[in-house]
């Protein structure tokens, strides 16, 4: 895919990883459709980006609402005429074991805490995936679906919920990669290590530095190294179907 003029819609895309996608692809001179539930943080991307003298518009959206997401990818192709690439960015932490024992009471993670990040994470990507594909064939853009997986996929002890979601939607790009290459459009899915992000630096240091000392490469990576790794997708027509595992070595 040749990205200039290309128009790329990212979720998340306010702050984080989402942000610095965004700015990467306003570079390489990709047209942005920026989606977030935070509209002041989508604008402060909406500036950097047009800045770069790429034509930006920023959609307020819940991913977890079908009929919002819907309404959106159809703006969309309204305010662009086509919709040629998605980055499914979009998602949420919220930690927590599956039991815990403490001073002999047991407590449990609760179906609200789990279902929340399934919500956004694993349904906020299967909407935005299907309405893309939609408006993809019906404008016969021929696109890519790049799903943000996590090295979390393969199972991290207090994250029973995020784990999950995010080893669903690198499966959800394999399957979709299959269904979908008769219209021309490949899906693939990139599964990040620890980076740093607003996120990671809520961290204790201390936190931070064990963690740090469990990586082969001996730091966290940059949000830049996984904007770089999304261009690379939209750019090399010949992958898809695959999970790119960008994570300095460690293994979960």
Not at 34 to 53: P, R
Not at 148 to 172: C, D, E, W
Request: hydrophobic share 45%; proline share 2%; aromatic share 4%.
């Amino acid at each position: 895919m040749d990205l200039k003029q290309s128009v790329i819609a990212i979720t998340g895309a306010g702050q984080g990883l989402g942000q610095m996608m965004a700015v990467t692809l306003a570079h390489a001179g990709a047209e942005l459709a920026l989606l977030d539930v935070n509209q002041q943080a989508l604008d402060e991307t909406k500036q950097q980006c047009l800045m770069l003298g790429t034509k930006t518009l920023t959609y307020q959206v819940d991913v977890t609402n079908e009929a919002d997401v819907e309404q959106t990818f159809s703006d969309i192709v309204t305010d662009f005429g086509r919709l040629n690439g998605l980055v499914n960015n979009a998602g949420i932490l919220r930690d927590g074991l599956l039991v815990k024992v403490k001073d002999g009471q047991v407590s449990k993670l609760s179906l609200e805490q789990f279902n929340s990040v399934i919500q956004v994470n694993l349904n906020g990507t299967f909407l935005c995936g299907r309405e893309a594909a939609v408006k993809m064939i019906e404008t016969d853009s021929k696109g890519v679906i790049i799903n943000i997986s996590s090295v979390a996929r393969a199972g991290n002890i207090g994250q029973s919920n995020y784990a999950a979601s995010k080893a669903a939607v690198a499966t959800l790009a394999t399957t979709w990669a299959k269904e979908l290459a008769r219209y021309g459009i490949r899906v693939a899915a990139i599964a990040p290590g620890v980076i740093k992000t607003p996120m990671a630096a809520q961290m204790k240091p201390e936190a931070i530095e064990r963690l740090e000392s469990m990586i082969p490469v001996g730091r966290m990576g940059d949000t830049s190294e996984i904007a770089q790794t999304v261009k690379f997708i939209f750019e090399n027509d010949y992958i898809t179907g695959r999970v790119l595992e960008i994570d300095g070595g460690i293994r979960m």
